[in-house]
């Protein structure tokens, strides 16, 4: 099956840094997402972004499907970013079935 | 209200039990998946089904069971719960034209 690696998988920030975080996948995709996991467990849809790129506040990300990667940008980081941030993949005639990669803990520091 | 609801939010229970958790979607999605999660790993699918007559096992599904009662309900049931089955459950649906995926608050199993 489709094989996911992000990196890193640790990040340290100081509240107001810029950072980015990158998923690599072995096939060709037709779903990637990137979620957050808070504190608190509950996974929240960051992204919908299987090609091209998208914004939205602080964060954006870009899926270069050609080359199998994706990045997840996260900009003036606030302390409400830390938890585990996720890329899941979806492809071929699986296209159901979402692999999570092992995700980065990312902690902002006051 | 959230699109995708889960009960309970979190159990403790015995080694031997059987244990039904329960999922709900607004959404309106015919499909509709159960993750399990480890500590300091991503999701596994454990089940998922396109409709009411049609369920699949996923990568783990031994252990567990599932029932899809209707187009908006869909349980997973531990017949005799293990204490390797403490984990965090995820249930999802997904777009039909998109497969985006949406996922419920989860539910923290713990078996001793």
């Known amino acids: 099956g489709i094989q996911v690696e992000q990196s890193p998988p640790d990040l340290i920030l100081q509240e107001g840094a810029n950072s980015t975080l990158r998923c690599n996948f072995s096939?060709?995709?037709?779903?990637l997402q990137w979620f957050h996991q808070n504190p608190w467990g509950q996974l929240i849809n960051l992204f919908y972004i299987p090609s091209g790129t998208k914004q939205n506040g602080r964060l954006s990300a870009t899926t270069v499907a050609t080359e199998r990667y994706s990045l997840l940008y996260i900009s003036s980081s606030q302390t409400t970013d830390s938890g585990v941030y996720f890329c899941a993949v979806a492809s071929g005639g699986s296209n159901y079935k979402l692999t999570f990669g092992k995700g980065t803990l990312l902690t902002v520091n006051p | 209200d959230a699109d995708v609801t889960q009960t309970p939010r979190n159990r403790i229970t015995k080694t031997g039990k059987r244990i039904m958790l329960e999922c709900s979607q607004t959404?309106?999605?015919?499909?509709m998946y159960w993750y399990r999660q480890d500590p300091g790993l991503g999701l596994r699918l454990i089940y998922y089904?396109?409709?009411?007559?049609?369920?699949n096992k996923g990568e783990i599904s031994d252990g567990y069971s599932v029932s899809r009662q209707a187009q908006a309900k869909f349980s997973l049931s531990l017949e005799s719960a293990i204490p390797n089955q403490t984990a965090l459950y995820f249930c999802?649906?997904?777009?039909?034209?998109?497969?985006?995926?949406?996922f419920g608050p989860g539910t923290r199993l713990t078996v001793t």
């Open positions: 959404k309106g999605h015919d499909r």
């Open positions: 096939d060709s995709v037709n779903n």
């Open positions: 089904s396109f409709d009411v007559k049609d369920i």
């Open positions: 999802a649906t997904s777009d039909p034209l998109t497969y985006e995926q949406y």
